[in-house]
């Protein structure tokens, strides 16, 4: 059999294989890692080509031409940070730029917060022993001012049942 008529009849079982699910991927982290992965294979290709003599120069677009095409012929087994390769570079990642006085703003609240955690925490403590004793001042004053009242109360209902008794005992006589 020969070659070509070989590589056509175990073409789909490769391709079958290769596009299966349970093929690993190879997944970085971020667009920075694959772009890195780039750099590096350019310069080793550079490297090697560099030793032969040609000018670097004269060789780069064919070096670049070259990486470019492995990453496009790689791109369905890459993921970055789990998006597929040619949707993690066809999107944009926007950052809004680092604003000082938003950071200041978050450093004073942060410092706000803290020093009103550590306020609450105390007069969790404090405030309830201050309470207790604001209270029982208060119920030995009210104490205190309604003793005179009671006895003038207990020393009126005395008089009002002697004169009573005295009434009912003249009624009756």
Known sequence: MPAAALATAIAPSIAAAVD??????VATDAREDVLFL????????????????????????????????????????????????????????EFEPFDDGLRATVDDLLVTT?????????????LPVQLAEAEKKRLDSLLSSSEPAVDTVTDSSVVAQEQCIRHLGLLIV
Request: proline share 7%; aromatic share 6%; no cysteine.
């Open 114 to 126: 803290t020093s009103l955690q550590s306020r609450v925490a105390g007069l969790r403590t404090t």
């Open 38 to 93: 780039k750099l590096q294979l350019a310069a080793a290709a550079a490297a090697s080509l560099s030793e032969t003599g040609s000018a670097p120069a004269a060789i780069s677009p064919w070096i670049d031409a070259f990486v470019e095409e492995i990453f496009r012929l790689a791109a369905p087994n890459i993921t970055v940070n789990g998006i597929p390769y040619d949707d993690a570079f066809r999107t944009t990642q």
């Open 20 to 25: 299966s699910a349970d093929h690993p991927r």
